[in-house]
Structures are given as C-alpha cells and as structure tokens.
C-alpha cells in the first residue's frame, strides 16, 4: 500500500473512518514556520460534518491533536504529527454489510486487494473522513505560501444541474476572502436556494448528487512546476484522485478547450507595468507543465455520495449469490460543500511541494 506522498512536503497518511483515529506525519516544514492551530481549525470546521443539511448529520468535532514538531506555534523542523480522534461512530450500522459489497463503494475492490481483512466501517480506509488530515496539511501549506503571496480560494461551481459563475480571468482577491470564509462558497450567492432544493429533492427520494468546485490560486509567480513528471497538472491530479469521491480533473477551459481554435486557446501574451501576462487565461495558468504567471484555475468533479438507503442491486461474496441492499445510517445526501476546502488544501500543497522543487534546483537567469 502507498500512504506516502511528496519529495520536500512530506505526508504519511494513517486511519480508519470508524478507528480510534485518522490524522497524518508532515515532514519538510521549514523550521520556524508559524503553526497558527486557532486559523487550522476554522479550516477543519468547513470540511466537518454535522454542520449543514446538505451533509451526514455524523458529529465529529475535526479537532487537530498535535502530538509533535510544534514548541510555542513554531514548527522545530521535524515531522510535525497530527491526530484527529473520532468519535461519532455508529458501527453497528455496518454489520448488515459484512460480505454484502455497496455499489460504488471500494469495498469489493479493497475484499480482492487486502483478501478481506479491509476494515469496512464507514469505508475504513477508504472513507473520505480520511481528507480531514489532508485539510490540516493543507492549512500549514497556505500558511507558507501566503508568505509567498500566494492565496487559494474555491465556490460550489454547480451542484447537480446547477451552476455558480466561474471566476474571472483575474478574481478579486476581497471574493477570494469571502469564499475562504464560507462554508457554503458561492460566487453568486442567488444560487444557493436552487442548490439546496436539488439536494433536498434528492434526500427525500433517498438518493444523493455530485457537483464540481472550481478552485483559483492568486500570485502564483511564473516557473513552478516541471514538464512531464513533475508538472503542476501531474502532482495536482495525484492528490486529488486521492479524494475517494473525485472522478475529473481540468485546468483552465479543461474539456470546453476542444471547442476552440487553436487562435482562441492559445492565451495571447502582453506586457503589464513590465510584467508579462496574457489576456485570457483557458490553460489555466499552466503550459508545458508550468506555471505562467497567471491565476492557477482548476475544476474537480465529485460524484453523488454512494451511500444510499434506496434499494440497490449488488452482490453477497459470502454466499456467491445476488442480492439487494438498502444502506441505513448517517450519510451526506451531497459531499460538494464540504469537499471544497479539500480541493483548496490539495492545491496549496502541489504548489508548496514544487516550489519546494524548484527552491533546490532553480538556477539564477544569466
């Protein structure tokens, strides 16, 4: 199993949804890097359940444990551990399950892997309870890049069939701080009744949507990132098919880019008070792996919740019969909202591990 990421920004994941705990080993900060945990934990509040009615009404506080690394809010330079303890678990709600595999779940593709000893409780390992710890690795790496000047920022770009606008080709970095501060993130905010109704209509059917969040990071300077292997579109991807619920990545126009001419894709380059910088922006600010200089602009798909308590076809590995399965206990009738600080934390810690990158193998322009 692969639980480890990163060459400089070093993560080591651990847990189970309904274990003891989750939480993650974070090696690479820089010694001396402020650890503000009052900032960390407004974070971790927008990514908790129990909080809205699109989401499980699950109660988990997300309260970070820091165990090492920290002395008086500055990190010492060595791995920095965080530990998350859980403790609104209904486990009992999963012994209907044993041997019974939920459509669209992991769990017949973890019962092949791992020859059955997989934990299945609330998707065990496989849960997306496990991108608390992402989210607490990403508030370190916004923390770092800020200093940079660089600030991340996401909205609900469409739950179901319905859309938010996207982002400008320049956002403005005072919605950028309304966003960040929203556990609900909408560009236009006239949307959200329509959003809530489709959730609503889908959680009366006993069924459940998707959606996509569109995430922006501002001040990104020209240069991060590597062709090829280490490209920002690569590592990005990565972290973010990690996220159990993820199903599509775009930069930029992503998909919508087929349509154009090449005339039209290709952003046209000007100079602004002697900085270079392009007219539009439908690369996403990224080419040939890179970044350009301008707004860092990705879309990630997230599918309707699988768990479900309409009656489903699946089947019974212990009897090697057919069979049908209704899913009882507490899930999120839309897991959007709550992903969107996720995709945030994924997209600052890409742009701090290669900037980590290139800090070491950068040479200075003749």
Same mark, same amino acid.
């Given at each position: 199993m692969r639980g480890n990421?990163?060459?400089?920004?070093?993560?080591?994941?651990?847990?189970?949804?309904?274990?003891?705990?989750?939480?993650?080993?974070?090696?690479?900060?820089?010694?001396?890097?402020?650890?503000?945990e009052a900032e960390i934990a407004q974070y971790m509040a927008r990514r908790a359940p129990g909080k809205d009615p699109t989401a499980t009404a699950r109660q988990e506080g997300d309260q970070v444990e820091i165990l090492s690394g920290v002395l008086e809010g500055r990190a010492c330079g060595t791995p920095v551990c965080g530990l998350i303890r859980n403790t609104g678990m209904h486990s009992g709600d999963y012994r209907q399950l044993v041997g019974r595999m939920?459509?669209?779940?992991?769990?017949?593709?973890?019962?092949? *892997?791992?020859?059955?000893?997989?934990?299945?409780?609330?998707?065990?390992?496989f849960s997306g309870r496990l991108t608390a710890p992402l989210v607490f690795a990403g508030s370190i790496a916004r923390a770092i890049l800020r200093e940079m000047g660089i600030t991340i920022a996401s909205h609900i770009e469409r739950i179901g069939p319905v859309h938010d606008p996207s982002f400008a080709v320049h956002p403005d970095s005072a919605l950028l701080t309304r966003l960040a501060a929203s556990s609900f993130p909408l560009i236009d905010p006239s949307v959200e009744p329509a959003m809530r109704r489709h959730v609503e209509e889908a959680k009366a059917a006993l069924d459940s949507v998707g959606g996509c969040v569109e995430c922006v990071a501002l001040g990104v300077p020209a240069g991060?990132?590597?062709?090829?292997?280490?490209?920002?579109?690569?590592?990005?991807?990565?972290?973010?098919?990690?996220?159990?619920?993820? *199903?599509?990545?775009?930069?930029?126009?992503?998909?919508?880019?087929?349509?154009?001419?090449?005339?039209?894709?290709?952003?046209?380059?000007?100079?602004?008070?002697?900085?270079?910088?392009?007219?539009?922006?439908?690369?996403?600010?990224?080419?040939?792996?890179?970044t350009n200089g301008m707004p860092v602009l990705v879309r990630v798909t997230i599918k309707p919740t699988p768990s479900i308590a309409r009656p489903q076809q699946t089947v019974d590995v212990s009897t090697g019969q057919d069979t049908r399965l209704e899913i009882h206990g507490r899930h999120d009738p839309c897991i959007v909202p709550r992903a969107a600080v996720v995709i945030e934390s994924i997209l600052a810690i890409t742009l701090l591990e290669l900037s980590m990158d290139d800090a070491a193998t950068k040479p200075n322009h003749p």
């Open positions: 990421f990163g060459e400089h920004f070093r993560l080591s994941i651990f847990g189970e949804s309904h274990g003891p705990g989750i939480g993650i080993v974070i090696d690479g900060i820089p010694a001396g890097t402020p650890i503000d939920r459509p669209g779940h992991a769990d017949y593709a973890g019962w092949v *892997k791992y020859g059955g000893y997989n934990d299945p409780r609330g998707g065990g390992h991060i990132g590597s062709p090829f292997f280490g490209s920002v579109e690569s590592v990005f991807s990565t972290l973010a098919f990690s996220v159990p619920a993820v *199903k599509a990545v775009e930069f930029g126009d992503g998909t919508a880019i087929a349509d154009l001419m090449g005339s039209q894709a290709n952003d046209a380059m000007t100079f602004d008070h002697g900085h270079v910088t392009c007219l539009t922006n439908h690369n996403g600010g990224v080419t040939g792996g890179i």
